[in-house]
């Protein structure tokens, strides 16, 4: 096995077990925030006024169990191995039905969301980098900085006037931003040395990008489109709200208003936990094509 | 560019002292109701007419420019407090303490700020008095804000920590909280002054996009967020532009914030 294997198999390995212990510890973190809620063992039941004192004692023993931190620590972690979510008090659902309900309308958002920010991000750099004009630049630029500087919840609204998808809402307000990471790459490679000698050499600007500028750039353009997916997440949210599409973003302002706690922390966790993933399978990715540099 | 920033650093200056000045300049108070005139157009009375229940729009938009512009710099000044510490002790400490709080740091960074934002926003109470509102949203946002500028001011402070001063100030005895806060963060101030400039549009943002879903600031005390509510009914829009003043107020402070933040970025 080669060396450069052996390192890619032991960051695999690291980030794995990083991996794993943050979902422990975020399992740890959610069960808490769950148990100590407000309303904790509380069952909306016990108001039913034509409930006996017997029915009335049999529901409340029903959470004796809990109430002890332990047994309830040890019963949400054994719940999360086995998929289960635990249950909504503002829906009175299943956390994993509802997640597993929206999460196709949230994957389509997004995917499409970061496949076209991406594809309009990166031609535009591209753009403003290979033609090294000072117009072009500025202009994109002062219109990436207006875009940025008008609210997710904003340009969701606007979208939604043009009767465009909600993922196109996601793609306008990654554009801006992920535009300006991808043309500070490109500029940056643009203007390294070799380049500046594959230019006096005479070689043309498409061969330069694909075969000297675009595999430099390529490890930190992968980074930052691993760190997307997460700006993806939280652009989601105010976007299927405005523009009334059922994702998991519109279920977690729901659950915010309804103060629903379990499924708030428990839709944060799995998020952060698909976000980890994405750094580290980019990490991966940039250890095993470029084994030095990662 | 130097233009460019002198008349930026004008426009600011300008939106904050009106915005400081609200309670002079405004010809009403943001809850008083003219129930007579609700949803009028601008005229000599209301500069940009009135909301639905007979506010007058200007001085909403006054009040809440004073709310989302003075409170961003406070909740900027909390994080850029907080990710000095964290950073600064990272970055002295170095080696496997390093490590281990860069590794909490990329894990805080990895929850979806939003999400986080407002599941810890729905711990609180949401029958919160206005003030108690601005406040706690705010404070939220300071303390929530840190890990990114942590992890520039980590850096900066590995860059100084085996420089010449340092080890000058360590061969003669200096206790490490006096070489912190003596030697170490006075030649950190252009960092840390960046990342407070860098974080004031971001959490200005943030309060605008919790305000527009009904998490920011409460009702009746105006926010540049809780105004842009107004927008929600689309065909309002198009009938009365001058709904869209808090927006124009909004993008004119975070982009003249984001042009100033480059400038030093160039400067520097």
Known sequence: MSRSTK???????????????????????????????????????????????????????????????????GRYMAGLLHGDLGSSRLFSQPISKLIRDRAPTSARNIVYGVGIGWIFAFLLALAAVVMQKPETDFLLSTCAGALISVPTA???????????????????????????????????????PWITAARAKGLGSAQILFRHALPIAAPQLIT???????????????????????GVGQLVWQAALGRDLPLLVTVTGLLATITLLANAGAMVVNEAIHPVEA | ??????????????????????????????????????????????????????????????????????????????STLLAALVGTVMGYLGGTWEKMMMAAVDLFLSLPWLFLLITIRALLPLDLSPIMSVIVTFTLLGLLGWAASARVICAGVRALRHSGFMINARALGCHPRRLIAVQLLPNMRPIL????????????????????????????????????????????????????????????????????????????
């Open chain 1, 224 to 246: 930052v489109g691993a760190v997307s997916l997460n700006m993806a997440f939280s652009v989601s949210l105010p976007v299927e709200v405005v523009a009334d599409s059922p």
């Open chain 1, 154 to 192: 904003v340009v969701a609204l606007f979208v939604t006037i043009l009767r465009k998808p909600a993922s196109v809402a996601v793609a306008a307000a990654l554009v801006p931003v992920l535009y300006r990471y991808s043309r500070n790459i490109l500029q940056q490679t643009w203007d390294a």
């Open chain 2, 193 to 268: 002054a960046a990342q407070f400039l860098t974080s004031i549009p971001v959490f200005i943002l943030a309060e605008a996009n919790l305000g527009m879903l009904g998490l920011g600031v409460s009702e009746p005390l105006p926010s540049l967020g809780g105004l842009m509510r107004e927008l929600e009914n689309i065909s309002a829009i198009a009938v009365q532009p001058w709904r869209l003043a808090p927006l124009i107020v909004l993008v004119a402070c975070v982009s003249a914030f984001q042009i100033l933040v480059s400038g030093r970025e160039v400067n520097s």
């Open chain 1, 7 to 73: 390192n890619v198999l032991r960051g695999c390995v690291l980030r794995s077990l990083t991996i794993v212990g943050f979902v422990f510890l975020s399992g740890i973190l959610c069960a808490t925030l769950v148990r100590f809620a407000p309303g904790f063992s509380v069952d909306e039941r016990e108001l039913d006024a034509r409930l006996s004192s017997d029915s009335l004692r049999a529901l409340r023993s029903q959470h004796d169990d809990e109430r002890n931190v332990a047994v309830f620590y």
């Open chain 2, 1 to 78: 560019m130097k233009y460019v920033r002198v008349v930026v650093i004008t426009v600011v200056a300008a939106i904050f002292c009106a915005a400081l000045a609200a309670s002079t300049l405004a010809p009403a108070n943001y809850a008083t109701q003219f129930r007579e005139n609700p949803n009028s157009p601008p005229s000599h009375r209301f500069l940009l007419g009135t909301d639905e229940l007979g506010r007058d729009r200007f001085s909403r938009v006054l009040f809440g420019s004073r709310v989302s512009l003075l409170l961003a710099p406070a909740a900027a000044a909390i």
